[in-house]
């Protein structure tokens, strides 16, 4: 059973920075492209990074390019996103997802963690 855990959530003044992690069992991890998106209330779930199973491709939104990081541990199953220079816009439920491709669409994601909060004070 395919399970996917993420940690690292929190809350932070705008300018700092947080780690999330996304722990992936229950499959081949370097089978997968993984993504992170985030969910603000009343807004629409939004793809933030994604980073392909080799890790060799990695997509950022525009809002996020030049200040968060993804990146993959094959060797822990685990996938993360550093965050640096957060901003209040930037609150957020953050989501890590898996697919069988790269893609900046979350329907086409097929296993979900169920979310870690991410709140940036101003």
């Known amino acids: 059973q395919v399970q996917l855990v993420e940690s690292g959530g929190g809350l932070v003044q705008a300018g700092g920075s947080l780690r999330l992690s996304c722990a992936d069992s229950?499959?081949?991890?370097?089978?997968?492209?993984m993504g992170w998106f985030r969910q603000a209330p009343g807004k629409e779930r939004e793809f933030v990074s994604g980073i392909s199973g080799s890790g060799g491709t990695i997509y950022y939104a525009d809002s996020v390019n030049g200040r968060f990081t993804i990146s993959r541990d094959a060797g822990k199953n685990t996938v993360y996103l550093q965050m640096n220079r957060l901003k209040p816009a930037d609150t957020a439920v953050y989501y890590c997802?898996?697919?069988?491709?790269?893609?900046?669409?979350?329907?086409?994601?097929?296993?979900w963690g169920q979310g870690t909060q991410v709140t940036v004070s101003s």
């Open positions: 997802a898996g697919s069988r491709s790269l893609t900046v669409s979350p329907v086409q994601y097929d296993d």
């Open positions: 229950g499959r081949t991890f370097g089978l997968y492209a």
